[in-house]
């Protein structure tokens, strides 16, 4: 590759250049010299090894993984890259878009997800058995986004019978500010992350965006800001990488199905191949915490995936045997829901990088800084369902909401937390920051 | 109108209802309910006055301007419009994309322009006559941008003939430190404003977006970025703005025809009408400068009407007459070459808010901070083409760069100003920042 990295290192690096001196070796699937161009991973670098993979029509796939797809990009371990994302469906869902055109979006379009994403991107060197590194650096959204909720009859979201209405509310992203307005007097912080990161399935097929899994995919994970890096099993060679789902604003529990949906201008990922390393489900690193996480179509199964995830990565990381990490994480585990609507609910563990004091009880009410429902059962769902339909309606009463919007915040500003796990009593503690009302 | 207000300061303002409610009266061109929703101003607009005015294929025009488009959004005096706008020739500039499409893009689009503007935005009560407030209050592009280089045959740039081999470069727009590298060694500050910002032509028809003119347009004036204001005559009812050409990086001059051409993510305007004020051509507002401005196919011309201009502009701000006018714009005024390849030649005049010292004579020869070239002819034009020739050559050869990029790098940090106006004999400065080198 040293060949090729010294010419784009010159003066006239074009990629039309670049595509004459490398022609295509594959059967030609198109003439146009950008793609082809493309597909030897030449789009758009720029001096010192940073990648642009711009969205496109070409260059997205809407609501299907397929490790067959062809890599957009190619790249190397500790290479940069830029990927542009679009909106929900293609780019259809964008400002002035109604809810009826959402709706029929979604229902002639059956088995796939209503994500777009940007990719694959292929990493030389990563194999089955090895691990994806990847940095976020930088997230730059676009300036608005969408909070939806499907007509009840499609059985989306979290409790279509109770909120069979459909709306769609659109938002202007204050980056200045970091906000965005729901209501007057009402601001939720913007805070980005790509509500899909993944790498491609070990088996070969058309696979909905919709249900994440080992490979990462729709986590809608709120942690995974700017500063974050994933950790993904890789299960093909190159790994094939994509994006897309790109939330700006998103509750944990993601209840009406929708976070403010948006597409990033900028997602600036560093890429890194870790060799030869066994990782059952992805893991999340910030500045100051390790995170774990679990998925299963049961709540309570994600919750055993999640806590044998942490025992496996408290053996790694403190060298504590099962008995000693279970200890560790209910004394020290910060455990919250990530969604409870993408076919697999999904949650996660919080471990502080720093030795600190034991997590603190969580709160059953109201605190100075929160409103607080909670809600105990055998059955983990049914104690988030409770628990967050609980404060749904104690913010649509108290606030003077309609149903709606009262549905629509919980899923952007929802804090749900998982408390202690006695054995068949699972505590949910739902927790919407008094901060939301400004005035 | 203060029912439709009132009605999206309500909780359910979603664009779908709001065409419900107040369904197109003209004759249906859409069934679409978004582009109904467009033509009722009810795009994606939210609480409190901002309207969101997305780049789509419906929202944008390719190389033309017609006052005979239908608004795209429709807004009242004082509020604020966020605009998207689209990479040049529809989106199709992207990286990756060869000279040779590019090229290809502009030989098969005879007679129109290059550029993609959105738009057109209604401002209610704006009136022939009025002058439209234009105040950009923020600027977001795209995270990359190409400058490029047509074959010489086409006769487009200053000078075709000199640097006839085409080329394309792609950047990435690096805005955490607000930086483009344009190669190893070699970075220019990023700073955004739009080519294009203009309203309507009082004359029906369709011309090309690439001649500027009273009504702004591609006046390709650097100097118009993210806090300035901007004044523009109104010729037709609703005034009819527009933006696009969206630049990331330009020099005075754009010789080599082209910016950084990027596309604005975030294009924040708020729009006033101001009723009743005669204006012949644009001005523009910032924090510390007014400028007015000049564009002729004869560069004296223009520059003869920049200084009628700036007479005029004197007399109503520090009530001169044209004599004392004329000895103030002399001793005070900083005269710059804003473009010379979009058929008419433009030029601004600068003039600082606060009283200060004269302008200290323009340099003849390299400063401590700038190489510098000189020239002098009784044509401003021949002035401006010899010295930044000079330039160019020069710093091909003492950085020994490629005529194309010397080209190119002028094009985007070159700084061509005006300096002495004796009678028959216009004096060009061009400077050239040391600090583009950084190693």
Chains 1, 2 share one sequence.
């Not at 938002?171 to 307005?181: I, S």
């Not at 049914?382 to 967050?388: F, L, S």
Request: glycine letters at 8%; one cysteine or more; aromatic letters at 8%.
């Amino acid at each position: 590759m040293a060949k090729r990295r010294d010419f784009l290192l010159g003066a006239a690096a074009t990629a039309a250049a670049a595509a004459v001196l490398r022609p295509s070796k594959g059967k030609a699937q198109t003439k146009r010299e950008e793609m082809i161009a493309l597909k030897e991973g030449f789009v758009g670098q720029y001096q010192g090894g940073v990648y642009l993979l711009p969205a496109t029509d070409e260059t997205v796939q809407w609501g299907w993984f397929n490790n067959a797809e062809t890599p957009r990009a190619r790249i190397k371990s500790g290479d940069t890259i830029i990927l542009e994302t679009m909106m929900a469906s293609q780019n259809q869902v964008l400002p002035g878009v109604s809810i009826e055109e959402i709706t029929r979006l979604r229902v002639d379009n059956p088995g796939r997800g209503p994500h777009t994403i940007t990719g694959p991107v292929f990493i030389e060197g990563a194999e089955p058995g090895d691990v994806l590194k990847v940095k976020i650096n930088r997230i730059v959204p676009r300036t608005y986004g969408c909070n939806w909720n499907l007509p009840g009859e499609l059985g989306l979201g979290q409790f279509p019978k109770l909120f069979p209405e459909p709306q769609a509310k659109y938002f202007y992203l204050d980056m200045a500010r970091g906000k965005t307005e729901f209501l007057p007097g009402i601001e939720l912080p913007v805070r980005p992350f790509p509500g899909i990161l993944g790498v491609a399935r070990a088996e070969s097929g058309q696979y909905s965006t919709v249900p994440p899994g080992p490979f990462g995919g729709n986590m809608d994970c709120r942690e995974m800001v700017e500063g974050t890096t994933v950790y993904l099993p890789v299960f093909v060679e190159g790994a094939l990488l994509w994006s897309g789902d790109s939330h700006a604003v998103q509750g944990n529990g993601e209840i009406n199905l929708t976070a403010v949906e948006s597409a990033f201008n900028e997602l600036n990922l560093t890429v890194e191949v870790i060799k030869k390393k066994p990782l059952s489900w992805p893991r999340i690193e910030s500045d100051t915490h390790w995170m774990t996480v679990g998925y299963d179509r049961d709540m309570n199964k994600a919750i055993r995936i999640m806590e044998e995830e942490t025992i496996k990565f408290l053996a790694e990381w403190k060298g504590l045997n099962s008995s000693d990490a279970r200890r560790y994480m209910a004394t020290y585990g910060d455990i919250r829901v990530a969604e409870v609507v993408n076919q697999l609910k999904g949650v996660y563990c919080m471990l502080s990088k720093t030795d600190g004091p034991a997590m603190a009880a969580l709160p059953m009410k109201d605190t100075r800084t929160d409103f607080v429902t909670h809600a105990v059962n055998a059955d983990a769902m049914e104690a988030m369902n409770q628990a967050a339909l609980t404060l749904v309606n104690r913010i649509k009463d108290e606030k003077r909401l309609t149903a709606l919007d009262a549905y629509s915040l919980a899923s952007l500003a929802l804090d749900a937390r998982i408390g202690r796990m006695e054995a068949g009593a699972y505590h949910i503690h739902c927790l919407m920051p008094k901060s939301t009302w400004v005035s």
